[in-house]
């Protein structure tokens, strides 16, 4: 008994796997299969390319977005690598899966079965339909699935106010040419950009993503649009210490003309350096910026403010040089000599004021009527006397007041430069 129940048992098996590979054979892959859809689905069933398969069609479309390759502040343009995933249903392109070996989808090319025709309205290249000579997948329930690769070039309205602590907002608006919302209506197939396969950029970092669709009017018809918005903000590092601290050190350089020695003669060729090098470095930013006047760089504007102080502080190292090289029977303003007995006055006190006799020039103009001397004598000691300075020490003083005048001017500006920065961060 134990033999015959083993002996049913071995031919069972043997069945049940033979039951297995029959099954198996029946639902492979077959061409002859596979030939017999595309026969039914396009050359008996008469498929037409132009007729719409609904009325309206809902269309999917979803950005795979790959890589960023370039972010151009100066033409305002974005590059980037990926491709588009668009799924739509056609109820002419279904078949049963049993009765054709189990296939449950096949492949077509683009051109022989109707497709939606969208553009990247955007784009800075010709404007032409997406898909060329590409391959649409068609699943045995009509689904239709289509893959675009692109390599896009968009328009991107950049904002350089806090360069180079900037950051970007561009779109990609892809719009349905040819089809109005009541023939063809997009949607997204997703709720975000898809960014499984995305590479990051050295030069940005994307924070976010987000989609928004809208319409396009034209002649009273509406048509689909869909914008695949990303951000972008700029990793700096590069620019701190090739741009912030060459640009920082150079307009600190310029109190620096007011140190040297008016006897070293290099004052006035130091300061017309600092200036060509303030100049050079605002050309250069200057052709890196884009030439719209929307968004104004503060980089920029602090340059131009340094500049601008460079040219003052030549004008005050000429004027300066020149009172050193006056004359001795010169004798500068009062209100020189004003400014230059204030500013030591409040320095060092009273006591450090040279006092004349009686006799001597009173603010700096001699008494010239003797007659009035002896009435006027009784009243001189009521009259603050004043020694005029000499033309040597008017400019020393001036090259030390003007050192520290343009030293907190910088320092002042610099700050409020990067406050600025800092809150843009």
């Known amino acids: 008994m134990t033999c015959y129940t083993l002996w049913w048992t071995k031919r069972g098996i043997l069945f049940f796997f033979c039951f297995i590979d029959l099954l198996k054979l029946s639902t492979s ?37 790959l890589t960023v390759n370039s972010l151009d502040l100066k033409s305002q ?13 056609d109820s002419r392109l279904t078949w049963t899966k049993s009765s054709y070996g189990n296939i ?3 492949y077509a090319t683009e051109d022989i079965v109707w497709h939606p025709s969208l553009i990247v309205q955007n784009s800075i290249s010709e404007l032409s339909s997406l898909g060329e000579d590409t391959t649409v997948r068609i699943q045995n329930n009509g689904e239709v699935r289509w893959e675009l690769p692109a390599v896009l070039s968009t328009s991107c309205d950049m904002d350089v106010t ?32 898809n960014l499984q396969d995305y590479r990051t950029n050295g030069e940005f970092d994307l924070v ?19 914008l695949f918005r990303i951000v972008f903000e700029r990793l700096p590092g590069h620019y701190i210490m090739s741009v912030i601290f060459p640009v920082i050190v150079t307009a600190v350089l310029t109190s620096v003309t007011f140190i040297l020695p008016v006897e070293s003669g290099e004052k006035v060729g130091y300061i017309l350096t600092v200036l060509l090098a303030l100049a050079v470095l605002l050309t250069l930013f200057a052709d890196n910026m884009p030439t719209t006047s929307k968004h104004t760089s503060v980089l920029v504007v602090f340059l131009t403010v340094t500049l601008g102080f ?27 000599h004003t400014l230059v007995r204030t500013c030591r006055k409040s320095r060092c006190g009273p006591k450090s004021i040279n006092h004349l006799e009686k006799s001597a020039v009173t603010e700096n103009k001699p008494p010239t009527d003797m007659s009035n001397w002896n009435d006027k004598d009784s009243n001189l000691d009521n009259i603050k006397p004043f020694t005029p300075y000499s033309n040597k020490e008017l400019a020393e003083f001036l090259d030390n007041f ?13 700050l409020c430069f990067t406050i600025t920065l800092s809150v843009a961060e």
């Open 162 to 193: 806090y360069f180079p602590y900037d950051s970007q907002i561009c779109d990609i608006e892809v719009a349905s040419w040819g089809f109005h919302t009541e023939a063809v209506q997009l949607t997204f197939l997703k709720t975000n950009l």
């Open 104 to 106: 449950e989808y096949i």
């Open 29 to 65: 892959y077959s061409v002859s299969d596979a030939n017999t859809i595309h026969d039914l689905l396009f050359n008996q069933s008469g498929y037409k390319t132009l007729v719409l398969p609904d009325f309206p069609v809902n269309v999917s479309v979803e950005y795979n977005l």
């Open 402 to 414: 003007f050192f520290v005048f343009f030293t907190v001017l910088y320092i002042l500006v610099t």
């Open 208 to 226: 976010a993503t987000s989609q928004h669709s809208s319409e396009l009017l034209e002649d009273g018809l509406a048509y689909s649009e869909l």
């Open 77 to 89: 343009t974005l590059s980037t690598s990926g491709w588009f995933t668009v799924v739509w249903n």
């Open 310 to 336: 460079a040219c003052v502080a030549i004008i005050v190292t000429i004027l300066i040089i020149r009172l050193y090289h006056e004359p001795d029977h010169y004798i500068a303003p009062n209100w020189v």
